[in-house]
Structures are given as C-alpha cells and as structure tokens.
C-alpha cells in the first residue's frame, strides 16, 4: 500500500454530518413546518386575552396563568393523571407477560403474534369504540349473555377499558423489542448458578428490559393522559379529562387563549414525564 | 351550536404523534383575529342598486352541511343570473365565527349561523343592515318571525329554522308522561339512569334554570349557582352527557327520557313510540339565520339570494328534508306534516321560548358551569 491510499477522504466527519442532514431534513422539515410552528402559534395564545366574542385581543397578560391554578382545573389535572396512570399500570401488567410469551414463541409463531397485536390497529378507532359501547351498554351484548342488569358503561372504569383497549399495542412492541433482544444465555448463567426463576427475573430479566418498561409506559400514558373521545363516549361526559378541557375552550367557548394554556400545561407535564424516562432509563 | 359534530381523529401509534393530538385537538393555528369589543355596529347602510346587473356578482356562502339543497347554486346561478355560487360548509357556529370575525374581507357574502351569533357579529359591526326593499319575500315570514327578540324587525338577520329544546322520550317505556323539567332533573326511580341530558353549555344549564324559573339568559351569580347545584344533584340519575346521539340511546331502550332539540328527536321513527315535550316552565327559542357580510362586495346578489331562499318552494325544503321548522309561513302551508312529526308545532307555541342571547364576557360563567358540573 501506498502512503497516499492510507490517507482519509478529505474530511470524513463532514461527509456524514452531510448524509445525516440529508436523510433528517424530510422529517425535520414536516416536524418543523406541520407540528412546531402551528403548535407555537397556537400556544403563543396563552399570553392574550380573550375577545368579548371570542378570538384574540393582543394584550399581554398572565390571567390565563393564575385562572389554571383554579381548584377546579386541578382536580381536572388530577382525574387525567389518575385515569392514565391506572391504565399505564394496567397496560404493564398485561403487557409484560404477553410480551414475555410472545419472545419465547417459535419464529414463525412469533410474526403470527405480532400481527395479531396490532391487527386492531387496521380497524377505525371510532368504530372500536363503539363496539365497546354495544358491548357494555345497557341492553348491551354482555348484560344479555349474562342475563344480568350491570351498569358498565359511563363511568371511570369503561373510561380506563376503553384506553387499555387502544393502547395495550404500544406496551407489547416495545418490551417485546426489550425482551427479544435479551441474550438467554444470561438467564442460563443465572440458573446456573442457583437463581430460582422469580430471582432470575428480578435480578436479571427486567433490569435489563426496564428501558422498554419505560418507552411502552410512556407510548400508553401520553395518548391516554390526552385523549376527550373516550371519555365522552364511553364515559359518557360525567368526568371530563384534560383533552375535554381543551376541546371545549377552543371549540364551545371561543376560549383560545385559555385553551392555549391548558394545552402548554399538558406539555409541560409530558416533557417532565419524558426527562423522568429518559434519566431512568440511563440509570438502568 | 346544535351541531357539534366535530373530526374524532384517530390517534396515530407513536407518543410523538400523541403530542401532535394533543396540538391538534386545539384546532386550527394562529390567524384568529382580535375581535374588537368596542367596534359599534355602522348605522351606515351601503346604497344599493334594485336593478344591479347580478351577472357580474358572485356569491361565497358558509352554512352547515346538508341545511340547503344540494342543487342550490346551481338553480340561483339558473334563476338569478349570478356569475357564480360557491358553497363553504361549517361545522358549528364557532368554526363560522372564525372565518367570519377577520379584519377585512372574509371573502364570504351570506352566512348562516344562529341567532346570538348573528348578534354578535353584529355588535361587531360586521353586518350589513337588511334592505327591506331588496327581500319582498320578507313578507312569507310568520309575523312572529320578525319580532325575535335578539333582532327585533330583522335589521341585520333573516331567520331561517327555528325550533325549541324539550324532552324527548320512548312513550312505551315510560310509567307517566313528561310534563316538567323535573322530570329529568329529579326522575323518578324508574327513570333513574335513563336519562340524558346535553352538554353544550347554555343547553346544560337551560332545564336548571327554566325548573327554577330563571332566565335562560340570565347573567346573576346566585341563579347560576343554584342552578349549579341542581345539575350536580342530577348528576347522579343520569345514564350520561349526550348531545349527539340520544335518538340512538332512547331507541335502543337504554334512555327512556332526553334533553333534545325537537328537530333531532326521532319523533318520525316508524315504531311510533318516541314523543316530545317542551316542559311547562317552558324552554328556549333558537334561530338559524342567514346574514349579509358588511365587507361583501355582492350585496345585491346577496339580498336576491335570500329572497330566493325565501320563496316557499324553496324554503320548504328544509322542513320536508331536515325536519326543521322554518319561519315560512307560505312554506309551512304547503309542507305536507307526517303523522307524529315535529313540524306541527305552532309558531306562537315556539315563541313561549325565550331565544338565546350572546352575553359576551358573562357566557364564560356558562362555560365554568359545563366544567363544574362535569368535573364534578
């Protein structure tokens, strides 16, 4: 080989900063023109007053601030946070095991499992929904099969179903992911070595798929913390969470600048969630 | 107002896009525009010409999906000879507003939205006045039709349908009839957990405050508290909130009594067992009404297009394919009422109901009641 072989393309770290920028700069563009500028457009609201008959009076204020800390758009905060934490909780501990189960399949087993988790995912949410409604109302099939009178619709309960229902898919693919790339020669060694299987899997096992733990956690809890449809429709509107609050100052009251602010306290809340993931899931 | 249909989309898989919901459940972006409280309404009515050559205006026009023929801008291009008619369609009133309340020309020529709407563009100055002299079908109205109390003499809006709130119930399922708003504040125990009741906020508080006597209109702290705490109690015996599809629940036999609008309350089903029933402390009165842009620059086509729409022919339409009443009296004559249709009521029946007024800064009260009562 020759000197002048050994020596480098003329500056190697750019070359790739350049693909870098050319594969992100489709993606980047649309985040940037679809969701970042709308979105601090629409949160720029905040700090105006609302118009007589709705709109935006362009004058500085932090009322809309003061009115969020209202008892009452707390205890909203609060029902939102409790009804999704209660679902993520849920959705852990169906979703492990099925995660679990699914990793030891044969491979081909394995694909059939995988499809038939998202396979829901093919149908309209509206539509799911409303078989849950037809299932649990009233006359619905289940008091009919069972010949009974049971109240199961609207109330918190068919709230947190209807959430699960929707969004157990996004718990299985990540821990799947976590626990399929698990070598099981880490589990042998541990057997090996005298662990029974529950200290095998405390020990081993789930520190090491707790960074799935958190993305699936993270995948239920963000859509179900700001969802309206399902606790309008399977709720029945007598509880409201957060997503109702904003739909209704920005669709029924011609609140902008209030809806606005409920909106940036919603992302202030899932940015804290993310950096509590993100520091975790180093730790792990 | 009463058409609060609104996009349920669905959400996409990924947290990312959750937080993209969440933006997008806000709606649209950031061109809503300052709506000045201050601006009086112009008294300066623009001069118009009764002989205009309409074939060099154009017509822009916002209304609900389906709430005129389909065929109109077609027949009005046909029949009136204007160059051109293009129909936007809304979705509610508020989404009409921000289209509407833009500093300078919307674009738009006619509206239509419900009456305390038209009232506050109004008092926006947004509207231009009616002339009389360009609409002579004016005079198929009911008399009672130009006499609304939010536009006395219909200076700015022309009405459209109109109709009223009451109970709408399965008179098989029920043990006695529906006679009071009671009735679905306070049911009684064969009732309890079949009964819906609307969310939409003035439509919330309206069997509260009518039970207690109240206006529906009424701005007071104390009647909005007590009221309040009569919605809280019912809470409890209510199968749920529903403004949408409680013609489905009371057909299903899951509802046996609701709070509807009559022109949604499936009176025509073929069964024949759902009635309806404004309650004796009486109820509201709403308007859809059509409106001219101030800043339209067709105003001659746009009278002629209302005095189109007035014309019974056309204007029946509305009551024989929406089942809503319209205000047309020569239009109502000619409508054939099916058996068990709404469309019987009588004009002087609907004006016992006090319409529904903007009240500007004080509708927030309503909008923390709908909370409150919700979050209850």
């Known amino acids: 080989m020759t000197s002048q072989t050994k020596t480098r393309p003329a500056s190697p770290a750019r070359g790739r900063r350049f693909a870098a920028f050319a594969f992100l700069s489709p993606g980047l563009t649309y985040l940037i023109v679809l969701l970042l500028v709308p979105l601090a457009l629409v949160l720029s609201a905040a700090f105006f007053r609302r118009g007589r008959f709705g709109g935006i009076i362009y004058e500085f204020t932090t009322e809309n601030f003061t009115r969020l800390i209202d008892p009452l758009y707390l205890s909203v905060l609060g029902n939102s946070l409790k009804i999704a934490g209660i679902t993520t909780l849920l959705a852990l501990l169906i979703g492990y095991p099925t995660a679990y189960f699914i990793a030891q399949l044969p491979r081909n087993w394995k694909t059939i499992a995988l499809v038939a988790i998202v396979l829901p995912f093919w149908t309209n949410f509206i539509i799911r929904i409303y078989a849950w409604i037809m299932l649990l109302s009233g006359p619905g099939i289940v008091n009919s099969v069972l010949g009974t009178q049971l109240e199961l619709l609207y109330k918190d309960g068919a709230i947190v179903v209807g959430l699960l229902y929707s969004y157990l898919p996004l718990m299985v693919l990540p821990l799947y992911a976590a626990i399929e790339r698990l070598d099981p020669q880490l589990r042998e060694a541990s057997a090996n070595l005298g662990a029974s299987a529950f200290t095998t899997f405390r020990k081993v096992t789930l520190p090491l798929t707790i960074p799935g733990v958190l993305t699936g956690c993270l995948f239920v809890f963000v859509p179900s913390f700001g969802n309206f449809v399902i606790p309008d429709l399977l709720g029945g509107g007598k509880s409201i969470m957060v997503g109702n609050l904003i739909r209704t100052q920005f669709l029924q009251a011609r609140d902008e600048p209030f809806g606005a602010t409920l909106t940036l306290a919603l992302i202030a809340v899932l940015i804290v969630l993310l950096m509590v993931q993100s520091w975790a899931a180093r730790r792990a | ?376």
């Not at chain 2, 027949?75 to 204007?82: G, I, P, R």
């Not at chain 2, 979705?91 to 507003?97: I, L, V």
């Not at chain 2, 002299?133 to 939010?150: K, M, R, V, W």
Request: charged share 25%; glycine share 6%.
């Open chain 2, 1 to 376: 107002m009463f058409r609060t249909r609104f996009t349920r989309r669905l959400p996409a898989a990924v947290a990312v896009a959750g937080l993209a919901l969440a933006a997008a459940a806000c709606g649209g972006g950031g061109e809503s525009t300052s709506t000045g409280a201050e601006a009086a309404p112009s008294a300066s009515a623009a001069q118009l010409n009764a002989n205009a050559d309409l074939s060099k205006q154009s017509l822009q026009v916002t209304v609900w999906d389906g709430y005129t023929p389909k065929e109109l801008p077609d027949k009005v291009k046909q029949d009136l000879k204007v160059s051109n008619v293009k129909i936007n369609l809304h979705d509610t009133n508020e989404t009409a507003m921000k289209k509407l309340a833009v500093p300078g020309d919307s674009g738009i020529d006619v509206a239509f939205v419900s009456g305390q709407y038209a009232q506050a563009l109004w008092e926006q100055g947004l509207l231009e006045p009616i002339h009389p002299e360009l609409i002579p079908n004016l005079s198929n109205l009911y008399p009672e039709a130009t006499q609304l109390s939010y536009d006395k003499g219909n200076k700015y809006s022309v009405p459209y349908t109109w109709g009223t709130t009451g109970i709408c119930y399965r008179s098989d399922l029920v043990k006695a009839e529906p006679t009071s708003w009671n009735d679905i504040l306070k049911p009684p125990a064969w009732a309890q957990k079949k009964v819906t009741m609307m969310t939409t906020e003035r439509w919330l508080a309206l069997p509260a405050l009518k039970a207690l006597g109240y206006s529906v209109n009424t701005d007071k702290d104390d009647e909005i508290a007590k009221a309040k705490e009569l919605l809280v109690a019912a809470k409890q015996n209510l199968l749920g909130y529903d403004d949408t599809t409680f013609g489905d629940k009371l057909k299903s036999g899951e509802a046996v009594m609701v709070e509807a609008w009559d022109g949604w309350c499936p009176t025509t089903d073929p069964k024949k067992n759902i009635k309806f029933v404004v309650p004796k402390e009486g109820s509201d009165l709403w308007v859809d009404t059509m409106v001219i842009m101030k800043s339209s620059k067709n105003k001659e086509a746009a009278h002629a297009l209302i005095n189109y729409i007035l014309d019974p022919k056309i204007h029946g339409w509305a009551a024989e394919n929406i089942n809503y009443k319209v205000p047309n009296k020569a239009a109502m004559d000619a409508v054939k009422v099916p058996e068990g249709s709404l469309l019987g009521i009588k004009p002087a029946e609907l004006l016992n109901g006090e319409s529904i007024r903007d009240l500007g800064e004080a509708s927030t009260k309503y909008t923390r009641l709908s909370t409150e009562v919700q979050a209850q």
